[in-house]
């Protein structure tokens, strides 16, 4: 559970004008020598060459019809960026909305708990929301945002799963959030997964930007977690914008696009193979597979993003049953190649959910928070 290290002869001349003018012929007889006839002048003259008369260009008359220029080729014109491209999401923007309380919850053993609501491309999303008991410092809380993984979308709650993770956060003196996404709970609109489109990450960036407006959050200490889908998240809104100082990922979907594609299989979750079917399905048929265009699915890979990407801590269990160990492994290396600032741990035999090791995940997970997050200058 340590952090992982890382051409014939030519004929002859008789007379010198043959030589002159560069022609072979055939010889003449030879003459008797008293009948040699004087040498003509003429014939040792160079040979002056007549000047080159050139032609008057002819004044095109005004009633001439002139011919007609070649129509230009039509140039194509580029297609925009696909949304899910980092380009594409940096270019768009996340407003958010004022928190609405919906209903206050039972509270935690140093916080209250809230349900409550905002806005995300018009739809109202909820949100489980806490607040930490105490004297607010003088900056405000900091805030940590909360991506859960993928729960088949009918059956999520609210105030169900994720409990214990994020009472973890709160009592440590965070503001947390966690958003439902859209069609999860009582939140508006369709759950259309994670992966194919960028409605979710559009969801937790909004939420970001309306928790950052709360009259007693730190808008400069802010922190994202994410599990498994939620990390395919975290990461994406992590290069997608800027005030996020440092991340934490659990069991996340966070390999590049083509990894996702080939070496991803869920045998155990039924719930999840026909959305899983129909995004993959519909930008493979769309735009070719990643050995076919490499450069469509490089562009949409958040990895392909990670220059300046804020502190990330990973954690991963070697015998994870769900996303594959490997993704986790490969993202570590990634940020070590781009001189990232990157945390790893593994656990042997765990699972999924790192149930055998909660209570030191979370220990590690708060610290890491608490290093680069809680603990900066406001």
């Known amino acids: 559970m340590n952090p992982v290290q890382r051409n014939p002869l030519p004929c002859l001349p008789v007379l010198l004008a043959v030589v002159l003018i560069g022609s072979c012929t055939t010889p003449a007889p030879t003459p008797s020598p008293s009948a040699q006839p004087s040498p003509s002048p003429v014939a040792i003259a ?10 008057s260009p002819t004044p095109v ?11 230009p080729v039509p140039t194509a014109t580029p297609k925009p960026p696909h949304p899910l491209s980092v380009e594409a999401m940096r270019g768009r923007d996340y407003p958010g ?27 109202k999303i909820f ?27 009918a059956i999520y709650r609210t105030t169900e799963r994720y409990l214990a993770y994020q009472a973890a956060f709160a009592s440590a003196g965070y503001i947390v959030f966690k958003p439902d996404y859209r069609g999860h709970g ?37 922190g994202m977690w994410g599990h498994s889908m939620g990390g395919a998240l975290t990461l994406r809104a992590m290069v997608t914008v800027d005030e996020i100082k440092a991340g934490v990922i659990w069991g996340g979907v966070v390999a590049p696009y083509g990894d996702i594609l080939t070496k991803w299989r869920r045998p155990n979750a039924p719930a999840f193979r026909e959305p899983a079917r129909s995004w993959r399905e519909g930008l493979i048929q769309e735009y070719g597979s990643p050995a076919d265009n490499p450069a469509f699915w490089y562009n949409i890979s958040p990895n392909s993003s990670i220059t300046n990407v804020a502190p990330i801590q990973l954690h991963a269990a070697t015998t994870d049953e769900e996303v594959p160990y490997a993704f986790s492994q490969t993202l570590d290396e990634e940020l070590l190649a781009a001189n990232r600032i990157v945390e790893f741990f593994t656990y042997p035999g765990d699972n999924h959910n790192l149930s055998t090791n909660l209570g030191v995940a979370l220990q590690r997970s708060v610290a890491w928070f608490d290093k680069y997050v809680k603990n900066i200058r406001s």
């Open 186 to 222: 009582s939140s508006e609109g369709q759950a259309r997964g994670g992966y194919g489109n960028t409605d979710y990450t559009v969801d937790v960036l909004n939420a970001l930007r309306s928790v950052e407006r709360y009259k007693d959050a730190d808008r400069n200490r802010v």
């Open 61 to 71: 008359p005004p009633t001439a019809t002139l011919p007609p220029t070649a129509t």
């Open 46 to 55: 160079s040979p002056t060459p007549a000047p080159t008369v050139q032609p």
């Open 127 to 153: 949100a489980l929301f806490t607040v930490p008991n105490g004297p607010k410092p003088a900056s405000g809380w900091p805030v940590i945002v909360f991506n859960h993984g993928f729960i088949p979308p």
């Open 97 to 123: 909305s004022d928190i609405v309380i919906e209903q206050t919850l039972p509270p935690g053993v140093n916080y209250a708990q809230y349900l409550a609501s905002y806005k995300s491309d018009g739809l």
